[in-house]
């Protein structure tokens, strides 16, 4: 009997680490589907899409399976992000201030006079505690960030020329649903008009809107063109992009994955910003090579709309505590980044 109990003593003590180990070995075999979202098409955020999506089938020796979907292939950008939320959808790469339903927050990246010009711009968004901030926006709401880059700075596209503030006013300009694009277009003497971005075209061409906010670099490539020949180059405000991983699916991965989506996509945000100027500069030439033009302001018409845009701003900023604490505290890493 002895030899008996000691026999089932030993299997029983075998038996619980070959357990462990087999769901190890299950774990590392299993292969995982990342479904990368965005809004937009051949700009600087699908060019970090497909290299984001190589470098983590490649470092994780294709156990992490990858499909891209751009040009909202996935639904609109709100269904984008609710779906990485809830874990259908296990990436979204899309401008911050979308992200406002999730925590109001992430539109203080929009705000017009924050950076001063591309560089500054890219600049920030590579402070890794300006990165600190906004990455972990979404963190109680399913989205874990893993990176932020620029995609562009903002322009006016509209359906006749703005050469000059006063052309602003009476104007019905397309903006995203925050009051860091309808209040500084107000104080322009224009009637903002939240729109999504596919509902863009056909409102210039049925004449719903006379213009909108928007960057070049998605402009050229998802032909604006046939709705609307004039871009006037404001500078702003900038056009950063977040990048959020479902909650739900990143902590179903194994630590080891964990890690590859983190590195991969902190290093391939890095990396983005020479193909962004790139893909800038020759959204610009192609812009202007279908016949489209390129407008300046002069020179005290665009001092003095920075001067409206941050007036604008700081009045959104201080009716609310929240958003007021994290519009210093990103002005104050812009401060140190300049």
């Known amino acids: 009997m002895k030899r008996f109990f000691a026999s089932a003593a030993l299997v029983a003590t075998l038996t619980v680490p070959l357990a462990t180990l087999s769901g190890v070995a299950f774990a590392q ?6 479904k990368i979202t965005l809004p937009t098409v051949n700009d600087p955020s699908s060019a970090f899409a497909k290299n984001f999506a190589d470098a983590v089938e490649r470092e994780s020796g294709g156990r992490i399976k990858t499909e891209i979907y751009p040009a909202s292939q996935l639904g609109s950008i709100a269904r984008q992000i609710e779906g990485t939320q809830f874990g259908s959808i296990q990436c979204a790469i899309i401008p911050p201030e979308f992200f ?14 924050l950076v001063d010009g591309v560089e500054h711009a890219n600049r920030l968004a590579n402070d890794p505690q300006t990165q600190k901030l906004v990455l972990a926006l979404g963190a109680d709401k399913g989205l874990h960030g893993v990176g932020l880059f620029l995609n562009g700075v903002s322009s006016v596209i509209a359906k006749k020329p703005v050469r000059s503030l006063a052309d602003f006013k009476g104007m019905k300009i397309r903006t995203l649903a925050s009051k860091f694009q309808t209040e500084p277009i107000s ?4 009637t903002p008009v939240v729109m999504t971005l596919a ?3 056909p409102a210039l061409q049925q004449g719903t809107i006379d213009g909108s906010i928007g960057s070049i670099v998605v402009f050229t490539p998802m032909h604006f063109q046939d709705a609307a020949k004039f871009v006037t180059e404001t500078g ?3 056009v950063f992009v977040a990048v959020e991983i479902s909650k739900k699916w990143y902590d179903t991965l194994p630590a080891d994955l964990q890690k590859i989506v983190d590195s991969a996509a902190a290093k391939e945000a890095a990396a983005i910003h020479p193909k962004m100027l790139e893909l800038y500069n020759n959204a610009r030439k192609g812009w202007t090579d279908i016949g489209g033009e390129l ?12 001067r409206q845009f941050s007036s604008a701003i700081d009045d959104v900023v201080k009716s609310n505590g929240r958003v007021n604490a994290f519009y210093h505290a990103l002005s104050e890493r812009a401060a140190a980044t300049k």
């Open 187 to 190: 104080r322009l003497g224009a």
């Open 199 to 201: 509902d863009v075209i």
């Open 100 to 113: 406002v339903g999730v925590d109001e927050r992430f539109e203080v990246l929009a705000s017009p006079g």
């Open 29 to 34: 075999d299993k292969t995982f589907v990342m």
């Open 295 to 306: 407008i300046s302001l002069p020179k005290d018409d665009q001092s003095s709309l920075m």
């Open 236 to 238: 702003q405000p900038p």
